[in-house]
DNA sequence: AGATCTGTCTACCATATGGTAAGTGACCAA
DNA sequence: TTGGTCACTTACCATATGGTAGACAGATCT
């Protein structure tokens, strides 16, 4: 892994702003699609500056993804640990990850393009949200067995949860061919359209 | 547009294999990080032969966006015009996406691919899809009128069924996170499980 | 037979790509 | 003062990219 270096006088570390202008690219672009001259001329640096910090296009990937799994693990392991439990959890879950599509929506963005970059790149971040998958997988299956969510297979709807939140937050294009611009109000029109879907897709008793 | 070009003996004519073989690396390593050298080699006939057929890289695009909305609209549109009212509908549509996914999963593959395609050929193909959309927004209004589903937003509500089919069809990396092997056993219960899913959150009355 | 059209090819080209090698100046410890 | 390390640079390079120009064989038309 690439040493740190000191914050000069600008703020922040040249690695870490080659990391965060690295991140929107490749979850934006594409990885393929990027090139580091691009990047680098973004940054006003030579090319040369990156492949200082990060020997390799790929090792550039794989910190990207290091640094976005913690990011993403910190974020959500909160919610996922301390909220209430039952339905009020679930929802507090994709609040937060709302909350994260606003704040850093190259984040997710990354997740989506997990895809593309196959073996082993998509494989390290898979790795490293495993854990997460798991707690939350025990999670539902316990509120199951407790009866306060209707049965389903926990990872299958895992997977459907995570399909419908990542999709409705990444999918601008399509956003906007059913009408929806990519503004904050909608977001949270979108946020509120999932969580009453899931409400009543999951919670058993009276609505 | 291209114009056709007689098959030849072994079939099907060279453009067309060209539009196949492009629509497949499109799907699944994404537009710009397709070369035409690479697929002509795949194709076993020069680039240049393929830069005969569609003048430039971009028009061949256009031509693949173009060749898969006609199919995709005709694998849908019929689900959505003769299947029969209410919850069945939407059953017969989500089935026949799953079926489509099963025999050309490049299709999906591409419409996955529409966000990283900016303009004009997301557009393209949002232009060519639209129809699709307001009937299918329409008909989910409908049948909320008559009380035969849950009030929602239409276009959201069929945004987010786009999301969660799109995604547990296409995120092959996310789906071995969640336990689930690309098998055609697997995409039945994946399909079945949204299936469950959508009924309990759409369908109103006794369940 | 000769001219034309069609489909594919070889030969190039300018540019962009990821990456190597070797510098340069600032700072720091001896 | 000098030697070394750090952060970043200029100078290159082999390869791959999308694209142009034009040759060539076979079919079709006159």
Redesign the interface.
């Known amino acids: 892994m690439a040493r740190q270096g000191r914050p000069g006088a600008s703020g922040i570390s040249t690695s870490e702003r080659i990391l965060d202008a690295a991140l929107v690219s490749f979850a934006?672009?594409?990885y393929?699609?990027s090139s580091l001259d691009v990047l680098a001329a973004g940054l006003e640096i030579r090319k040369q500056t990156i492949l200082y910090w990060f020997p390799s296009k790929e090792i550039l990937l794989e910190a990207v993804i290091d640094r976005s799994a913690v990011e993403l693990s910190a974020a959500l392991e909160h919610s996922l640990t301390t909220a209430g439990g039952g339905w009020s959890r679930v929802d507090a879950v994709v609040r937060s990850v709302f909350r994260l599509a606003a704040r850093r929506p190259e984040l997710l963005g990354l997740v989506r393009e997990?895809?593309?970059?196959?073996t082993p790149a998509?494989t390290r971040l898979?790795v490293a949200?495993?854990p997460l998958?798991v707690r939350a997988s025990d999670f539902l299956e316990g509120e199951m067995d407790a009866g306060h969510m209707?049965r389903?297979?926990p990872?299958?709807?895992?997977?459907?949860i995570?399909?419908?939140?990542?999709?409705?937050l990444?999918?601008?294009?399509?956003?906007?061919?059913?009408?929806?611009e990519p503004t904050a109000r909608s977001l949270v029109?979108?946020r509120n359209?999932?969580l009453?879907?899931?409400r009543?897709?999951?919670v058993t008793g009276p609505g």
Chains 1, 2 share one sequence.
């Open positions: 934006t672009r594409g393929e699609a997990m895809g593309r970059l196959g998509a898979v949200l495993e998958v209707r389903h297979e990872r299958l709807l895992l997977l459907a995570y399909s419908t939140v990542i999709g409705m990444t999918e601008v294009e399509v956003l906007r061919a059913f009408g929806e029109r979108r359209e999932i009453e879907l899931l009543s897709a999951l």
